[in-house]
């Protein structure tokens, strides 16, 4: 495990800067044994680093550029000790720059508009109804003109005054024909991308012009619009009909436990009492935040109708039982900058990727000059065999005798026929989309593979062609360099020095003492009831596995015990918990779920830890100590020279552009 110091943290103050230092860039700042470090570098970790450092010494320029010093001395010695050829070293470079080149691998334009159509169409619900007429992605130009005149025939029936819930049930062939097309309620993200365009962009009382998805065309009505509630949090207490002939019906249970809510009794201590959700049950009934969509509806309504926290419901049914809800806290949707990353990982793991892609190598074919679209030379079509192709076994000739002709140029970097058959050869196992035929899935292939030609060529030249991944990307490098020196040196030297442990630990044994501690049996019970029965049992000497046994019958767990040594601080202590010898009174801290009895067993005084006791602790102050050391002499045998005129220009410059 790889461990981060004090000093390595400031080390990382040095990484992925990307401020511009305009002015004085190419003058030299600092000579280390000859060689030169310009200021214009210098200024970029400053200005990159100048919002996160928290020592306020280290924003003085001055520090800040001794700080520099050690960093540019750390990476010399690491060089010089040829860190940068361990192949640890490079395979965890590879991976970390594939990571650091995603975000140049894409249309930030796009996307941010993207994100932004997601969040504010998600600022709303709809409720719309569909009628759908079926049609597979790759299907036939015969197919697609069918379902298309099908769907045009009910658009005209529209036109000239149909019903849409009459049609929907009379020729939808989706599974809410029954329905009259309903869809219900759903919002942003729950719809494919098209289908939910459509719905967002349709005015309410109206139908769209028919549209096309992957599950064929559609047709929308949009029924009502509303805010988006949020999500909520909710507790519920279920119950439904057991096999057993002698258990009582799941709505007469349900209505007994509603009225002993009305009584008084806990919320939560009835659902770990009596709620058949096992789920749930031992946490007092909680579920995981949600919002209108992805849960049954029936249940949705009743709760979303719940204003105010601890307020609960009357017995719902639904289909998978009756319920008791209880609302715990409502989430109201939360601002943009608060989402937008999640909004950016959603879409980047959707098919709305596509379209960013799509904007983005057609930004890249104009920069190479590379038209739009592109066919292939009809060569290619008669020399792939139909039914090989069609069945995905095609077999890559690699004697055909149009392999070397020339298909398109990205800069000095030839593609050739052959270049691509290898491609489909490779991808038509992992393609899963049906085709009408041979020529519509080669011209597929023949896109996907531009595109994934064009971005791999981008990717790879952009250290040279960017001069923000450039100095990024170099910075990365750096840092893990500096990083796996420390780790050589250091880190790994004091892990394995027993030794250096013993004598740093008996020259610090004074920083090494347990607190208070006490040998404990920690009782949580899911009622006060049963904290009663348990404080009896330990009174009695029953033992732990004896009071389980007899307390969590019927697979219901109403108390959990623990037991062992821990401080008198101990963060599962009742907060008023009076320590001493013997079993305790029963305790219920306010917000606390569990009534807690604990026997206390035995009170050990502070005292000195051992060396195995303290050797975490040990170990990691014995690594800064060296580090320390280490970092005090690094600068023993070499010749530094600071040039003071430029420094002071770069100081000028820094406080201009500070205010």
Known sequence: MKY??????????FLSASVKAQDLSDKVILSIDGKDYDAGTFMKFYFKNIDIVQDEDQKDVDNYLQLYIDYRLKLQQAYELGLDKEQDHINDIKSTRSSLAQPYLTDNQVTESLVREGYDRGREEVNASHILIKLDRGATATD????????????TELENGAKFGELARAKSEGPSAGNDGNLGWFGAFRMAYEFETAAYETPVKTYSKPFRTDFGYHIVYVNDRRPNPGEITVAHIMTFDKKDADEKTAKSRIEEIYKQLEEGKRFEELAREFSDDANTAPRGGKLNKFGTGGIDQTFAEAAFKLKTPEEYSTPVKTPYGWHIIKLLEKHPVKE????????ENKIQKSPRSRIITQAFTDRLKDQYGILKTMSLPQVVYKSVNDSLIMNASYVFDKNGTSNEMNLFNIQEVAFKVKDFLAYLELKQSKDYLS?????EKLDAFYQSFINEKIIEYYDKNLERDNEDFRFLYNEFKEGFLVFDLIETQIWNKADNDSLGQQRYYDAHKENYVWKRRLDIILTQSTSNEVAQQVQKMLREDVSTDSI???????????????SGIVEDNYNRLPKDFDVKVGVSKVYHDQGDSFHK?????????PSLKTLDEARG?????YKQELEKQWIEGLRDGHKIKIHKKVLKKVKSKIEKQLG
């Open 336 to 343: 943009f900058e608060e989402v937008k990353k999640s909004l």
């Open 4 to 13: 981060f110091s004090t000093f390595f943290l400031i080390t990382l103050l």
């Open 597 to 605: 009895v604990i026997e206390v067993k035995e009170i050990i005084e």
């Open 435 to 439: 085709y009408s035929s041979k020529k």
């Open 144 to 155: 697609t003109l069918k379902a298309w005149n099908r769907i045009q025939e009910i658009y």
């Open 617 to 621: 602790r040990v170990i990691n102050d």
């Open 548 to 562: 389980k046994a007899r307390i969590n019958l019927d697979n219901k767990t109403k108390v959990i015990i623990s």
